[in-house]
């Protein structure tokens, strides 16, 4: 199994809800990640988890709250989001960070 | 951070070697360079990663100069389905650090 899976898909959420997206990997990597890509711009790195621990926080505004619960599972819990904040969210793992990264299909996040 | 320079897109025909150039005239020693693509609406996807020998799997080829300033990925036979952005990175940082960040890319056309 060499796939990276995000739930959902696609995501429409108001300002005030409060709503997760998951990111799923059973190949026993141990760093994974969460990017957020604007249409036509790069992906940009939002966080990095190595080991279930927070390594890299990218000045991300608290309105996005990441959670490893273990190895296998990664989230990314929203709340109070502006409009700007719609993206795709881009989920990967690689083995160990800084090595070749897996990358999800993305959740494609609409905030009206 | 060491900084990638693309061009921002180059055309190739169906069957012709597609060669895409990067400089990374600030990289350090120890930081390699890596190769992702993004084909529309998809997460992207890693090509191929080197140091300073030059790097071939069943995608591509990586060709790095010696002064490691710059490097070209070649796709020895482009097809249609090759389209898409493609994006040179150089890894920056070490251990729980290390982490990649995208440059603009450049998006490649196959024709007919």
């Known amino acids: 199994d060499t796939e990276v899976t995000q739930t959902p898909k696609h995501l429409v959420m108001g300002m005030t809800n409060k709503k997760s997206l998951k990111c799923e990997q059973h190949?026993?990597?141990?760093?994974m990640y969460w990017y957020k890509q604007k249409a036509k711009k790069p992906p940009e790195l939002m966080f990095v988890y190595s080991y279930e621990k927070l390594s890299i926080n990218e000045s991300v505004p608290s309105r996005f709250s990441p959670e490893c619960p273990n190895s296998s599972l990664l989230n990314l819990h929203l709340h109070a989001l502006q409009p700007e904040d719609s993206a795709l969210y881009l989920c990967a793992s690689s083995q160990v960070t800084g090595t070749e990264a897996f990358f999800g299909q993305g959740t494609r996040l609409t905030v009206v | 951070d060491a900084k990638t320079t693309q061009p921002t897109s180059m055309d190739c025909a169906e069957g012709r070697a597609a060669n895409l150039p990067c400089n990374h005239s600030?990289?350090?020693?120890?930081?390699?360079v890596y190769w992702y693509r993004q084909i529309h609406s998809q997460g992207p996807q890693y090509i191929i990663h080197?140091?300073?020998n030059n790097e071939t799997n069943e995608m591509a080829s990586l060709i790095i100069t010696e002064d490691r300033k710059s490097s070209t990925l070649i796709l020895p036979h482009a097809t249609l389905r090759d389209t898409a952005v493609y994006y040179c990175i150089v890894r920056v940082g070490g251990g729980t650090a290390s982490k990649l960040t995208f440059g603009t890319g450049t998006r490649l056309q196959v024709t007919l």
């Open positions: 190949m026993g990597h141990r760093a």
């Open positions: 080197g140091l300073k």
């Open positions: 600030t990289i350090s020693g120890n930081e390699y």
